[in-house]
């Protein structure tokens, strides 16, 4: 497999591979040696996990990870978590003859990693953040809406885990493959105040409660505060899609929605925060300092429509700020 990896890379002329390593002790040592611009890290491996070695990574010598995982249940849970601790992005293995999977994901493989030379990388930091006070706005006042991509499991994960047990509705588009998207809820689910659960057709939004969107469909919350979902086709090349989920949030709740945009590739989302903003509602989106990759965020403030552009570890309470407004 990693031979696979390396010859699948190196077909690409910007793309050099300077090493390998056969477990994650032996890619600490060569990471200092070495000095990558990318690391590509197996979830399974001998000695050290994926999963350690990324946390040591991000401890000590914080640079881009690209996790190599299988979409079964347990490498994927382990995967989710690698994203939380600063892995950039994944790319699923092969799950059948490997001459025909990997080519399928070769252009994935290659993209990823071109994205994470350029992602923004922070060491790891355990700091306290003030408690954020319960929300005094009526559950049906606000609607939240709140959009990621690369970077954006960690991204998500902190401000879920900052906002008190009554905030009001929120609704997450994270892209994400489908299945991964249940897993990321359910982890989400365990950690935090707020209730957390992936997406299913016919649910109501409710205060406390956030749900994401299921990877492969698009979102949209109607009038009645039902969530529908559809496999319309893909926004901004993405399927789930922030613009359709956003949109359908600025229409169903006017002046009180209001739209997150977090750090991401691309411009999912962008017209979005327009139609927020246009209603009155009030937008916030990830400053560049802490954006894993800024490219959405960027989209948004290029708008005009972005209220307020804030550090990652401020935006829970600027959310619950607008909530009171």
Wanted: aromatic share 2%; charged share 20%; net charge positive.
């Amino acid at each position: 497999m990693q031979k696979v990896l390396v010859d699948l890379l190196q077909s690409d002329s910007q793309i050099s591979v300077i090493g390998t390593a056969r477990d994650g002790e032996e890619a600490l040592s060569k990471i200092k040696s070495l000095h990558p611009d990318v690391v590509t890290l197996d979830i399974e491996m001998p000695r050290m996990n994926g999963l350690t070695t990324v946390r040591k990574i991000m401890e000590t010598n914080p640079l881009p990870v690209v996790m190599i995982s299988a979409l079964a249940q347990r490498e994927a849970q382990l995967t989710l978590k690698a994203l939380e601790f600063g892995a950039v992005d994944y790319v699923p293995k092969p799950s059948g003859p490997i001459s025909l999977n990997m080519n399928a994901v070769k252009t994935e493989l290659i993209s990823k990693v071109k994205t994470a030379a350029s992602a923004n990388i922070r060491r790891v930091k355990t700091r306290a953040m003030e408690a954020i006070a319960p929300s005094t706005a009526k559950s049906s006042d606000r609607i939240i809406s709140i959009a990621a991509s690369t970077g954006g499991p960690a991204a998500v994960a902190y401000v879920l885990r900052h906002v008190p047990e009554n905030t009001p509705p929120i609704l997450v588009v994270q892209h994400m493959q489908k299945g991964m998207t249940k897993l990321f809820a359910e982890g989400l689910n365990q950690e935090c105040k707020i209730k957390v659960k992936e997406a299913e057709e016919g649910d109501v939004v409710q205060e406390g409660f956030a749900l994401i969107a299921p990877g492969g469909s698009h979102m949209v919350v109607a009038k009645n505060g039902k969530i529908n979902l559809t496999t319309s086709p893909p926004v901004n090349y993405v399927r789930p899609s922030a613009d359709v989920m956003m949109k359908s949030a600025a229409k169903t709740y006017a002046a009180k929605s209001i739209g997150v945009i977090l750090t991401g590739m691309g411009v999912d989302g962008a017209k979005g925060i327009e139609a927020i903003k246009k209603k009155g509602g009030v937008t916030i989106a990830q400053d560049k300092k802490t954006c894993v990759v800024f490219g959405m965020p960027d989209a948004a403030i290029k708008t005009g429509c972005v209220d307020f552009v804030t550090p990652l570890e401020g935006i829970p309470k600027e959310i619950m700020d607008a909530c009171e407004d």
